[in-house]
């Protein structure tokens, strides 16, 4: 069983088909973006997480490069949540069909977004 996919093609039913599926479209996407560095997973209902890493700079810049991805698959701007001294900057949205999720963490001591 598949199902229709906005320009990714058809969406595999088996779990492992579909994390396949899913890491090829997020490979795709990162390419199309031109940026380096994003931690991708995909798990094996098919979706997507994209991290921007603490490595890839401050907390505003990470929050920009989420804001920008969040752009890119149509997905409103990032919502900040916060516990503790946490925080998290997501958005939600889809790629080639696949629930995805692109997020940076904030940690303890750095400068807030």
């Known amino acids: 069983m598949t199902t229709a996919a906005d320009a990714g093609g058809l ?18 996407f990162i ?3 031109g940026l380096a560095g994003l931690s991708v997973t995909a798990g094996d209902d098919g979706a997507i997480i994209i991290s ?4 890839a700079g401050p907390p505003a810049a990470r929050t920009t490069a989420v804001t920008f991805l969040a752009a890119t698959i149509g997905a409103h701007g990032p919502a900040r ?3 503790r001294s ?11 069909g696949h629930d995805a999720r ?3 963490t ?4 750095e400068q807030t977004a």
């Open 11 to 28: 969406l595999p039913a088996r779990p492992l088909a579909a994390q396949a599926h899913a890491l090829r479209a997020a490979a795709a």
């Open 31 to 33: 390419e199309r973006t």
């Open 106 to 109: 904030i940690e303890p001591g």
């Open 81 to 83: 949540t916060v516990y």
């Open 52 to 55: 921007v890493p603490r490595h």
């Open 102 to 104: 692109i997020t940076t």
């Open 86 to 96: 946490w925080a998290w900057v997501s958005a939600t949205g889809t790629i080639a």
